[in-house]
């Protein structure tokens, strides 16, 4: 019998289809895709393979914080590259486990070295509580409990930033982790 992480593959939970760009738009372009398809990242591709990737981060750390102008700039020069992939077929656990070793949070689905699809660490973490609801229960009926370090810190993804960390706690339902906590204080807001 599969265990669950083995059943659910990148397929189910990938975006498609992925908005794509060229090396050769400007900086300025691909924002305003992000904008237009309400996306974090673009996919750039040569003959429909994917050769790199903007983020957001991207077009922060690498245009707006050197006082770049975005016209200027083409995708080239900003993209990361290469892009990790995985195929379809990949399960959502080895994806993760790829996506914490490379320190990405987006990984190219590929078939054939044609770009069909995104898989980021939000897609995972939309599925995860249906998941983890499915494995309490079967825990439940099999008699196990489920034990908590004493200060309740558990390990996963941050609901907030999306980044790996082993001292989650639960604030207002959502896992967040030291950084993105201290962030909410600082807001004025309450763990």
């Known amino acids: 019998m599969a265990t669950l992480p083995d059943e659910l593959k990148v397929r189910d939970v990938m975006s498609s289809p992925v908005i794509e760009g060229s090396e050769n738009e400007t900086a300025e372009q691909i924002a305003q895709k992000m904008e237009k398809y309400n996306v974090g990242s673009v996919v750039i591709t040569r003959n429909g393979a994917p050769v790199g990737i903007v983020t957001k981060t991207d077009l922060i750390w690498k245009v707006v914080s050197k006082n770049l102008k975005p016209s200027e700039i083409k995708a080239s020069s900003i993209m990361s590259s ?17 996506m914490t070793a490379l320190k990405v949070s987006r990984l190219a689905v590929t078939y054939k070295n044609k770009l069909v699809g995104l898989v980021s660490v939000k897609d995972i973490l939309q599925v995860t509580p249906e998941i983890l609801e499915i494995v309490k229960e079967h825990w439940k009926i099999r008699g196990v409990t489920l034990s908590k370090s004493s200060e309740g810190y558990v390990e996963g993804y941050c609901d907030e930033c999306g980044e790996w960390s082993d001292m989650l706690l639960n604030v207002d339902g959502r896992y967040l982790c030291e950084e993105c906590r201290l962030e909410l204080s600082g807001r004025g807001v309450k763990e």
Request: glycine share 0%; aromatic share 0%.
């Open 82 to 98: 290469p892009i990790h992939s995985v195929t379809p077929e990949t399960s959502i656990e080895d994806a993760l486990r790829k």
